[in-house]
């Protein structure tokens, strides 16, 4: 056990004393929570099996569930890494520091704890003060999985994190909340055409304007669950709330009564629903713990509120969860894979 301190950081203009103590925990083989523009993480000498090692036992993480290694310079890839496609220089320039996790072929240097076994690594820069001067405190190279508990919904807000890992580190870094919300896109670079394993803020389009031709893993949009995802990481029903949810879809007139007819009977049969609307929509539900994402046109918005609002479902008490669903264009491609993976790909249509 822990006793947990939280410490509050500016972004824009980190106190260098707490990222120092931080980066010593780091390079003495312990964690620290961090803010990046994506979600927090919970970071570890990733160079360091044992470190590794206590990131899984902190989160309940099965082993076999690779972490994404930190950098805070293009420059440190070469020393972890076999090879640097030019493909990955050229996302680097237009996307790091940035939401964008690349997956290469890793060197010795990297153990195999990190890594869950793999042959492969997967390394970001992400687009935080506070994280880049704690990467280069820390020694450069930081392994950080989301810092929620395996299976519960990433944290946005230093809040999250200490409701999961109070007791579990020594140390949380306070940055406010997170500017995305949803993690990065994570692309592979190791197959002959580039394959998108997780879909994030960087959309495919982006990510083709820069590289040509990029494909979607088919094993995270096939509804045949025979088809694995590439990424361990994205076969586990993760980013999940604790009450069941169900996705309703069709027009919108269509969803909304569905979901008014559906709340009626799960409230006679005494369950506690809680439901969520948009701002266009939320106040057309008559029952229930109704919670608006956002504008449904705001995609920026949507991503930055999910996570929060599906903890606060879970604080609620809600016993089961209606929610609409949205469209798959752009960023909502990355909104629509995490809210199926939290409804266990539970979805109905209104008609
Ligand atoms: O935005 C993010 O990426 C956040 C912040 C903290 O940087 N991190 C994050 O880490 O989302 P995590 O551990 O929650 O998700 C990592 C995902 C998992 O789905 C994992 O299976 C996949 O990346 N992954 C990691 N290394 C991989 C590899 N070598 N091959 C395939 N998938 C890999
Ligand atoms: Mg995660």
Known sequence: MYHTVVKKLLETKPDMDVIRQAGQILQTGGLVAFPTETVYGLGANALMAEASRKIYAAKGRPSDNPLIVHV?????????????????????????????????????????????GMDTV???????????????????????????LSGRPSPTLAEHVYEDMNGKIPLIIDGGAVGIGIESTIIDLTESTP?????????LEMLAGVIGEVCMDPGIVSEDSR????????????????????????????????????????????KKVGIIGTEE???RYEHGFVISIGERQEEEMIAHNL????????????????????????????????????AGHQVIMAE
Request: net charge positive.
């Open 281 to 283: 929509t939320a106040e």
């Open 72 to 116: 805070c310079k293009f420059d440190d890839l070469k020393n972890i890494v076999l090879d640097i496609p030019q493909q990955a220089r050229l996302l680097a320039d237009t996307f790091w520091p940035g939401p964008l996790t690349m997956i290469f072929r890793k060197n010795d240097r990297v153990p195999l704890e990190t890594t869950g």
């Open 307 to 342: 996570y929060r609002i599906l903890r606060e479902l879970d604080e609620s008490g809600v016993d089961i969860i209606y929610s609409e669903s949205f469209s798959t264009l752009r960023m909502g491609e990355a909104i629509m894979n995490r809210m199926l993976k939290a």
């Open 227 to 270: 088809v694995r995802p590439k990424a361990p990481g994205m076969k586990y029903r993760h980013y999940a709330p604790k009450a069941e949810m169900i996705l309703v879809e069709g027009p919108q007139e269509k969803v909304i009564a569905q979901i008014n007819y559906l709340t009626k009977e799960k409230l006679k049969s005494g």
């Open 122 to 148: 997967a390394v970001r820069m992400p687009d935080s003060q506070i994280a880049l001067a704690l990467i280069q405190e820390g020694g450069g190279y930081i392994a950080a999985p989301s810092a929620n």
């Open 195 to 203: 394959v998108v394993l997780r879909p994030g803020y960087i959309t």
